[in-house]
Structures are given as C-alpha cells and as structure tokens.
C-alpha cells in the first residue's frame, strides 16, 4: 500500500505540468492499484534498449496547422537504455525541459500530455489542475487494453491500445460542450523504437461524428537517428540515419 501511494506521488509530479498540481482527492475517485494502462503509459521501460546518443523523432501533426505542416519532436537518450532518466526533448521552439518524476516512459507522452493541457485550457478558459485530473481518472480507471495491427513503415506492427474519453459524463460539461466527447488514443509497440508508436487526440463533430472530426493533434514515430558521441573538442558530427521503419500517417 505504502509502496503504490509513493507511486502514485511520483505520478503526480512527473507529468508536471500535465498532473503536477493534482491535489490528493485526484486519486479518491480510483483505487490504491495501478491500473494496467498506467503501468503501460507511465511504468514502463520505453527506452529499454536504446543505444547512448539515439534520436528518436516523432511528427506533430495537427489538423489546425496548415497543409502539410508538420513539427518534428525529437527524444535523444542520452544514456545507455536511459539508464539515468536523462533523455533529452526538443521541438522547433528548441530544448523542452521536462521533470523526469522518477518514472521510466519515453519522455515523449509527457511532452504531449502537457501540450494538450495547455491547449484545454487555452481554448476553454478553464483551470489546468480540472483538465489534468480528468484525464489522470480517466487512465487510473482501468480502460480496456486492445491489440491492435497498425501499418508502420508499410508493415503491420502490433500494438497495445488504450483510447480514453476523460470528459464524458462530467458534471461540469455544459461549460466546455464542444471537448465532451474528446477523444486520447494511445499506441504502444514493443518493436518501435521507444515503444510509443502514437498518440492522437479527436474531437468528434456533431453528433459524436468521429468520421469528420473537429480538430485532431497526432504525434507518431518517425525515425531512429543513431548519432556518434561527441569527442572532446571535436566540432559537430551529422546525424546518420538508421534503417528503422518510418510510421505511416
């Protein structure tokens, strides 16, 4: 029990801007387990076996950007396996510094967690602690874990998904209507270099017409950049590109 609230703490301040300022009744409306999509999203080793100095680049995509705009998040682990949580994030505004809270994820979810919260709160008007703990709930809830195929890179990887819908019979809905029925899809695959094959959220369009969405955010894997680990002195070596599958968008 001691063990699983300490977890639980270390949740709360890793996704920093994302659940850093849930209060303990956060967690009152679940259970002392964590639940498996927990476990997947936030425990898990992601970086496990991921060579000192490898990029890992995602693309951020999002349907309120112009036509065939895109962001490239970056993830450089910088340790062997991230052995020492120093995995590095940046984006095209440049480093994004990102509390590492103790949990062993690829830094990427937190990165895009944060992001969403504070687009929420951007277009509602409403306080960032509700959004964070509507999703937190959401995920300690126990959603279902789906395998799923996805295509990645022209192939078909398996992947384990768990698609939460945080503000669906919230009591506060009337103020935010529009995001009611929004939508978080998670993609994990253990063959993907730093497992997170893609995240993407849907707002649906009348009548919950997920078809012909109202705006959609989706980061997905990219690349596997290797890099040579600078020497002393030694000016800047360009990145070699590795034959890692590229995901299909």
């Not at 303990?24 to 639940?35: L, N, R």
Request: proline residues 7%.
């Amino acid at each position: 029990m001691r063990l699983r609230r300490e977890w639980r703490r270390m949740l709360a301040a890793c996704i920093a801007c994302v659940v850093c300022q849930m209060h303990a009744e956060a967690f009152a409306a679940g259970t002392d387990e964590i639940s498996a999509a927990e476990r997947l999203i936030f425990t898990t080793d992601h970086l496990h076996g991921i060579e000192q100095q490898t990029e890992l680049d995602y693309a951020l995509l999002s349907s309120d950007q112009p036509a065939h705009s895109t962001d490239v998040v970056r993830v450089l682990v910088v340790s062997p396996d991230n052995a020492k949580g120093d995995a590095q994030v940046s984006d095209h505004s440049g480093a994004v510094p990102l509390p590492s809270g103790g949990l062993q994820c690829n830094p990427v979810i937190i990165y895009f967690l944060e992001r969403d919260i504070a687009e929420m709160e951007r277009l509602t008007g409403g306080q960032r602690r509700y959004f964070q703990q509507r999703l937190r709930l959401a995920l300690a809830a126990g959603p279902r874990i789906e395998t799923v195929t996805s295509q990645i890179g022209g192939k078909s990887v398996k992947a384990q998904q768990i698609v939460v819908q945080p503000y669906l019979n919230d009591p506060n809905a009337e103020r935010f209507a529009q995001y009611t029925g929004k939508r978080y899809t998670f993609l994990i695959a253990d063959t993907v270099p730093g497992q997170v094959a893609l995240i993407r959220t849907d707002v649906p369009g009348a009548n919950n017409d997920f078809a012909h969405p109202l705006q959609t955010q989706t980061l997905s894997f990219q690349a596997a950049l290797r890099k040579l680990s600078p020497r002393p002195n030694a000016p800047h070596v360009p990145v070699k590109p590795s034959d890692a599958p590229r995901a299909s968008r």
